[in-house]
T-cell receptor, first 113, second 112 residues
Framework: KAGVTQTPRYLIKTRGQQVTLSCSPI?????VSWYQQTPGQGLQFLFEYFSETQRNKGNFPGRFSGRQFSNSRSEMNVSTLELGDSALYLC????????????FGNGTRLTVT | KQEVTQIPAALSVPEGENLVLNCSFT??????LQWFRQDPGKGLTSLLLIQSSQREQTSGRLNASLDKSSGRSTLYIAASQPGDSATYLC???????????FGSGTQLTVLP
């Protein structure tokens, strides 16, 4: 069974640009969550989608947005990039029930210069 | 607001030693607690998940315990190996069941 796939693995962008990251969940998983990992703040929850609807949202500015498609694939968009957005962005999928474990991808490393 | 603390931040042990990693959380109203490992530059690998109604889970050389009333969990690794070297992260789901709050991790080094 294929795991969670995130593309691309690495991205380099300049301040002010926007970026889109992609996540393909494990087959059959309907929930996709996004997390940001930085050395200073650790792992922080961005948002969760289930059946194309945002179900939960973390404490991030509106520059961070996402969406989920009917095949459960998800994209995350960051507009007007700032240097502080440099991070490892991790996607996790699950069946979406309260007690389902999360399965993480290998992440996208975003560097903003 | 849920807060998760992991102690120690770093640990170095000789191969073969048994070790314990600690995790504490402030809000005992959790759905579950997960232990993950992260290798450098990689994503998270789920090791064990303990539901709020459970006391422990075991997988191979790993055993995780949960004491909700005291807000603590431990991850016990038996007979450590150099391949166990990684950062171990504890995460709890509370409030929203699918929103994890992570600790800052314990960086484990097992010396051959």
């Amino acid at each position: 069974k294929a795991g969670v796939t995130q593309t691309p693995r690495y991205l380099i962008k300049t301040r002010g640009q926007q970026v889109t990251l992609s996540c393909s969940p494990i087959s059959g998983h309907r929930s996709v969550s996004w997390y940001q990992q930085t050395p200073g703040q650790g792992l922080q929850f961005l948002f969760e989608y289930f059946s194309e609807t945002q179900r939960n949202k973390g404490n991030f500015p509106g520059r961070f947005s996402g969406r989920q498609f009917s095949n459960s694939r998800s994209e995350m968009n960051v507009s007007t990039l700032e240097l502080g957005d440099s991070a490892l962005y991790l996607c996790a999928s699950s069946l979406g029930q309260d007690y389902s474990p999360l399965h993480f991808g290998n992440g996208t490393r975003l560097t903003v210069t | 607001k849920q807060e998760v603390t992991q102690i120690p931040a770093a640990l170095s042990v000789p191969e073969g030693e048994n070790l314990v990693l600690n995790c504490s959380f402030t809000d005992s109203a959790i759905y579950n607690l997960q232990w993950f490992r992260q290798d450098p530059g990689k994503g998270l690998t789920s090791l064990l998940l303990i539901q709020s109604s459970q006391r422990e889970q075991t997988s191979g050389r790993l055993n995780a315990s949960l004491d909700k009333s005291s807000g603590r969990s431990t991850l016990y690794i038996a007979a450590s190996q150099p391949g166990d070297s990684a950062t171990y992260l504890c995460a709890v789901s509370s409030g929203s069941a699918r929103q994890l709050t992570f600790g800052s991790g314990t960086q484990l080094t097992v010396l051959p």
